[in-house]
Nanobody
Framework: QVQLVESGGGLVQPGGSLRLSCAAS????????MEWYRQAPGKERELVAG???????NYADSVKGRFTISRVVAKKTVYLEMTSLKAEDTAVYYC?????????????????WGQGTQVTVSS
């Protein structure tokens, strides 16, 4: 069973920075895409940033130039460096990893989610 554990959330003032981490554990052969999502109260969950198996990154327009996604493959860990934080960045942040696994003798891929970490940007 694969588990994702996030850390690094908290309260920060506007203009401040935070670094989120998400570490995977369990029976993992490899990891495909790693992504960060967020969900603000009353809003749908949205993709914030992603990094592919090959290292290609993508970002939501609202965070481009302020957030950076990175990973350490050997540690099965993905990071989200957040700078110049704004009140509208307040949300619960979730990581997601797409993990290849064998199901009934065939390779498939399954999405696993972390439990979420609260980020609050307020003065």
């Amino acid at each position: 069973q694969v588990q994702l554990v996030e850390s690094g959330g908290g309260l920060v003032q506007p203009g401040g920075s935070l670094r989120l981490s998400c570490a995977a554990s369990g029976n993992i052969y490899s990891i495909n895409a790693m992504e960060w999502y967020r969900q603000a109260p009353g809003k749908e969950r949205e993709l914030v940033a992603g990094i592919t198996r090959g290292g290609r990154t993508n970002y939501a327009d609202s965070v481009k130039g302020r957030f950076t996604i990175s990973r350490v493959v050997a540690k099965k860990t993905v990071y989200l460096e957040m700078t110049s934080l704004k009140a509208e960045d307040t949300a619960v942040y979730y990581c997601k990893m797409n993990v290849p696994e064998i199901t009934r003798g065939s390779w498939t891929a399954k999405d696993y989610w972390g439990q979420g970490t609260q980020v609050t940007v307020s003065s």
